[in-house]
């Protein structure tokens, strides 16, 4: 990147945002802007690390937010945090193991889970033969109760205990859906060997030093979702699954961090309370204040404009020479806080601004207003979800009036369309850019 003449070209170039930021590596580290998401007090994350740190035993928590908001990169701090205290942090995505859009349970979350625990050990390790394959261990398990499944066994014999934990889980839903029945049969003694098997590698990843923690932290989560018919019964899952079934999810060598969808927290009130602590929710970067009452306008809030900003300024350091300012807070508002539709939206700017031959300082609004509108675009709104949005913009909550809408407002909460925020406590609104039609909408005369 040029040291001293802004592009447009350049910056376009910068805002590439796909991958999370991990802090292990320097280059990531020097793009890190801290204290994004920090409100009043200390942030969720610092809460995280310090209550890992502290337990005195192994905990779980949940971790949850909005797409775009940064999860990944943040979860990825709290590894590279723990392990420069001297402990064993593994990140697994679970997009890589699990159909997302598929139901979920809470016999295929265990068996999702400890193939990741193992593939994360065996790489740590370095292919040590003390490690064994949660594969191997698995066809141990259906041996002694009598468990047939000949495709598995064949496999694992086949592999010498490398199956693919991917190959099965994602790739191979027949053979999933066995797996996933026969545990299913007793859950109480699947769980069980689940739980001797974390122990097993917890042992293994603790043999050098007894006293340090492992932890598990589990991302994508978060992207579970469903449309279409029979929606209702698969958002219902992964309510049974983080709720109904938390018992099995808490282990006792092993400290599991699960990232979950946004709307959860929401829906189960309390959710946390079975492991003892609060969810760990990451609100979107707080460019708006809470409005004083229910309904009223939220004014801009300048240290989160500030802080958005920075984001890109680290990657692309001449951004008010190259597009003027103005057109870039009106852009961090119109992101409505979420850093990934923050760089899409200025990438947008950026196409038709070259592509109009415009010059640097780049300060045509038209340009913002068009990617502003590519954006609309992408949520349409029903005259029901219109109903259901004003009802959030009147009192700053989530507009559910009975559990029988869950789906609904899971719904909502996927497509951006209600935004979590959090002013010394959490609150909701619309999407900025729909505000003004959600605001204006007037039903039509019966």
Known sequence: MPNTAPSLEDLYDALDNEAPLDIDHAEDRALYVADLHKTEGPSPVEELIFQIKRNKSPGAWYFTGHRGGGKSTELRRVAHELRQAGHVAVVADMGEYLNLAEEISIELLLLTMMAALSEEVERLSGGDPLVRGYFIRLKDYFTRTQIDIPELTAGVDAAGGKLSAKAVLKNNPTLREKVVGAVRESLGTFSDDVEAFADEMVGYLKKDNPHRKVVLILDSLERLRFGGVGADKRYEAIQRTFDTYAEHLKFKSLNVVYSIPPYLPHLVPKLGSYFGVNVCT????????????????????????????????????????????????????????????????????????????????????????????????????????????????????????????????????????????????????????????VDAYQPPES
Not at 312 to 333: A, F, G, H, M, N
Not at 373 to 402: F, Y
Request: aromatic letters at 6%.
């Open 282 to 437: 990451l609100p979107h970067v707080k460019v708006f204040e809470r409005p004083k009452a229910a309904g009223e306008p939220a004014r801009p809030c300048g240290e989160g404009v500030r802080l958005m900003k920075e984001c890109l300024s680290k990657r692309y350091p001449l951004l008010d020479r190259t597009v003027d300012p103005r057109l870039t807070e009106r852009l961090i508002q119109a992101s409505s806080g979420s850093p990934r539709e923050f760089f899409r939206l200025m990438r947008t700017l950026c196409t038709k601004a070259i592509l109009s031959g415009e010059q640097v300082p780049m300060g045509n609004e038209r340009w913002a207003q068009a990617a502003e509108q590519e954006l609309r675009n992408e949520m349409p709104l029903a005259e029901a979800d219109i109903h259901w949005l004003k009802k959030v913009r009147a009192s700053n909550g989530t507009g559910l009036d009975k559990i029988e809408n869950l789906s609904s407002l899971a719904r909502l909460f996927d497509s951006g369309l209600i935004l979590g925020y959090r002013n010394s406590e959490d609150w909701c609104d619309v999407h900025w850019l729909l505000r003004h039609e």
